[in-house]
């Protein structure tokens, strides 16, 4: 029996006893929320907050209220930080055009940074933009499963931060810390 064989017969068993270990262990999870309201005049924070109903169940929410609707433009500032071991440093910064997000089927960046929230969100249109921002119980599970589609990602404890810019101004942060493992 050659190694790629037996290594096969191995997953086969792995799977027999441990089922619904692909379901139940979900490899994304959210450590840490933090959202931040730059000019109250132009929108503030209603919750913003991570909760975990059980072992496998732990979601994300949050609504920013805006006081200077409609929204016709909006910048998004994405960075992506890996907290260093001193192993594999990993940083990413990228500016996009909101309305475009929600628009742009040809990014796929954007498509894979929208995906991973859009179902649970009201941003889910084009622009203009004429109420309050939810998203509302966003599940760390479903995350997992938007993001393992495009394995390899390295382990690791993150910071996902976000910058959310009208008018060449930042109006608000939001920052989430989360681990994969
Ligand atoms: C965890 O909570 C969710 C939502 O309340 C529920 O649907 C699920 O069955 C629970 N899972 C376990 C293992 O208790
Ligand atoms: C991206 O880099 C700029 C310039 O260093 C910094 O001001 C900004 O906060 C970074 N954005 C994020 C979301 O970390
Ligand atoms: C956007 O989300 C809202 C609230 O969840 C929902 O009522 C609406 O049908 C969604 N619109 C689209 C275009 O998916």
């Not at 920013?64 to 940083?91: A, C, D, E, W």
């Not at 939810?134 to 599940?139: A, S, T």
């Amino acid at each position: 029996m050659n190694f790629q064989c037996s290594m096969m017969i191995a997953g086969v068993i792995y799977l027999m006893f441990f089922p619904m270990h692909s379901v139940e262990s979900s490899r994304i999870d959210f450590t840490n929320i933090k959202c931040t309201s730059v000019n109250k005049e132009f929108s503030d924070f209603e919750y913003c907050f991570l909760k975990a109903t059980n072992r496998t169940y732990k979601y994300l929410s949050l609504k920013v209220r805006l006081y200077k609707l409609p929204i016709h433009q909006f910048t998004v500032n994405l960075g992506l930080h890996k907290r260093s071991n001193g192993l594999m440093p990993f940083s990413q910064n990228v500016t996009f055009d909101g309305c475009k997000m929600v628009a742009d089927v040809g990014n796929p960046v954007l498509l894979f940074l929208f995906a991973l929230f859009k179902p649970y969100s009201n941003i889910n249109h084009s622009c203009p933009y004429t109420h309050d921002i939810i998203v509302d119980k966003l599940p760390t599970h479903f995350v997992n499963q938007q993001f393992t589609r495009y394995v390899p990602f390295p382990e690791g404890d993150y910071v996902f931060n976000s910058n959310w810019i009208t008018n060449g101004k930042n109006r608000a942060t939001v920052r989430v810390h989360f681990s994969f493992t």
